[in-house]
């Protein structure tokens, strides 16, 4: 069946073929396998006290990611209801890379001044404070980037 006659579902359909409850399942049961995998991994490399509890801690809290991972790689856009026929096209695509690259800028004169303010004020600390902070600066300045250019291109 071609994609301009098949029917569009609010789950989608796999892209290998089936239904939209196929492709929920499908994604359910490769969820659980690694959620499963992410438990018995944390309770094999961690030091912990009630193990089964632990592991099933773990692979319950995983679960909707992974599953929602596994979805998400495995249906066909074009199936969605709603999903767009070329997402790179549009304008929140334009106001994204605009935003990431501004950002990516500033972080790279934000990241070069600290460290050489740093190292000739012979500043010490731990570097994962001075990482935090330089990944928490790039977060807020592209969020706010991407807001400046959603109100004045809107």
């Known amino acids: ?11 989608g359909r796999a892209r290998f073929g089936g239904s939209s409850g196929v ?24 030091d912990v006290e009630r193990p089964t509890l ?27 209801a709603g999903a767009l026929e070329k997402p790179d096209d549009s304008i929140e695509s334009g106001w994204y890379d605009k935003a990431a690259s501004g950002a990516f800028g500033d972080v790279l004169l934000v990241g070069g001044l600290g ?6 004020a ?7 404070w001075a990482a935090s902070g330089l990944v928490l600066f790039a977060m807020l300045d592209f969020a706010i980037r991407y807001q400046w250019l959603k109100r004045s291109e809107a």
């Open 122 to 128: 012979w500043i010490d600390g731990p570097l994962t």
């Open 23 to 46: 492709l929920i399942s499908i994604s359910l049961a490769i969820g659980a396998a690694i959620s499963t995998g992410a438990g018995a991994l944390f309770v094999a490399l961690g």
């Open 115 to 120: 460290a050489a303010g740093f190292a000739v």
């Open 54 to 80: 632990a592991f099933a801690l773990m692979a319950m809290m995983s679960l909707p990611a992974s599953a929602a991972l596994s979805w998400a790689l495995l249906v066909d856009r074009s199936t969605l």
């Open 1 to 11: 069946m071609e994609n301009s006659t098949m029917k569009r579902s609010r789950w």
